[in-house]
């Protein structure tokens, strides 16, 4: 795979690389990319997570990316994940959440083993090296900076917090200089702690990232999509392109609204059902979950392909090679929200077998079990 294939297939499908000529540059230069993305440990794992960001690292990893998983059990607590008790995170950080994520990477084509899985307990733990880069890092940036920065979070700004919250941007950025990350991976909701970590790159004095040539470099940054929840917007319909962009953000995927959401080890009925119940106005292709979906999480590749399954009465099976020829078939009305709705779910049901198979094995049921308890009694 030349250069050009690499860069191709790393930013392909992303909502912005920070940046692109730095990317070149490290590809040409054979500068080693050492990936990680965090994780905050928060229960059941929803599509974004397991489907959006594990095809991303497969594509990173097809493209020569040493990739890393990192399990935030320390922001976790600080972000009251839980109920903000360390021993349900950790015990599902190790057990259900990264063996979900695992079995995901297994969905997208991806080989598990060649993924590393780090704690944050393991990287902070007796490492004085990490406590003087975090300090660093402070010194580097201000207190309004980090108070602006608590949206990474998914705390509003100006939002009443405990000071904690405000270290857990700095112990973001941190994690990245002590890991030697220089291909730090996230939602474009990260973008903040993200800006930050390259921003104060070249002003710090512990742990700075090298080329090959032993110069200071900033990390590059790449931004995956943040796929819709299922359901309907606050406001309806939206009338500008500031208001889209705003619904946007508000509207992605989360566990905190669960039926807008579909988990990975959810039963195919509640897949269908779900799919079933969801915004999809019939010809709007401007802010529809559904098409947003088979942009992001079916046509990945040119090899995707969705069947539309429907009686003859209704015209018949058909099956569409591209997201365009959807898009088109919905805006012309060719195409029902309910048949779309449909081939979607079944689509969905089909790319989750591996996980389903995965926590079929007593030792997973167990802990799948042991999630669902931590959950109730939290």
Not at 348 to 365: A, C, D, G, S, T
Request: proline share 4%.
């Amino acid at each position: 795979m030349d250069v050009k294939e690499k860069f191709d297939l790393i930013i392909k499908g992303t909502e912005e690389v920070l940046t692109e000529d730095d990317l070149k540059l490290y590809l040409e230069t054979e500068v080693p990319l050492n990936h990680y993305i965090g994780f905050e440990i928060s229960g059941k794992i929803h599509l974004g997570t397991g489907l959006i960001c594990m095809s991303k690292i497969k594509d990173f990893l097809d493209a020569g990316v040493k990739c890393s998983i990192f399990l935030a059990d320390w922001h976790s607590w600080i972000n009251d994940k839980l109920g903000g008790d360390m021993d349900k995170i950790q015990k599902i950080g190790v057990g259900y959440f990264k063996e979900g994520l695992k079995a995901c990477l297994s969905c997208v084509g991806a080989d598990p083993e060649k993924v590393k899985f780090s704690l944050g307990t393991d990287l902070y733990h007796n490492n004085d090296n990490y406590w003087e880069t975090l300090i660093d890092v402070c010194k580097s940036t201000t207190l309004n900076r980090m108070q602006r920065s608590i949206t990474i979070m998914g705390r509003k700004m100006g939002e009443n917090v405990d000071f904690a919250k405000l270290l857990y941007p700095a112990m973001q950025v941190s994690d990245i200089f002590t890991q030697n990350v220089n291909f730090a991976h996230a939602g474009y909701d990260q973008r903040k702690a993200h800006v930050i970590a390259r921003d104060v790159a070249l002003k710090m004095k512990k742990n700075n990232l090298k080329n090959t040539s032993g110069e200071t470099i900033k990390p590059i940054c790449i931004h995956h999509h943040l796929i819709l929840g299922l359901a309907k917007p606050s406001i309806w319909p939206i009338s500008d392109e500031s208001q889209l962009q705003e619904m946007w953000s508000e509207m992605k995927m989360s566990k905190s609204i669960p039926n807008s959401a579909v988990f990975i080890n959810d039963t195919p009925d509640e897949i269908k059902n779900k799919v079933k119940s969801a915004f999809c106005p019939e010809g709007n292709v401007s802010f529809n979950p559904i098409l947003d979906w088979v942009k992001f999480l079916i046509f990945k590749d040119k090899k995707s392909t969705l069947l539309i399954e429907r009686t003859p009465k209704f015209g018949g099976d058909i099956e569409y090679n591209s997201y365009k020829d959807v898009e088109q078939a919905f805006l012309k009305k060719e195409l029902h929200p309910l048949d779309l709705k449909m081939g979607v779910a079944n689509e969905i049901i089909n790319v989750l077998e591996p996980v389903r198979n995965h926590f079929e094995q007593p030792r997973m049921k167990k802990m799948k079990k042991e999630l669902e308890e931590l959950i109730i009694t939290r």
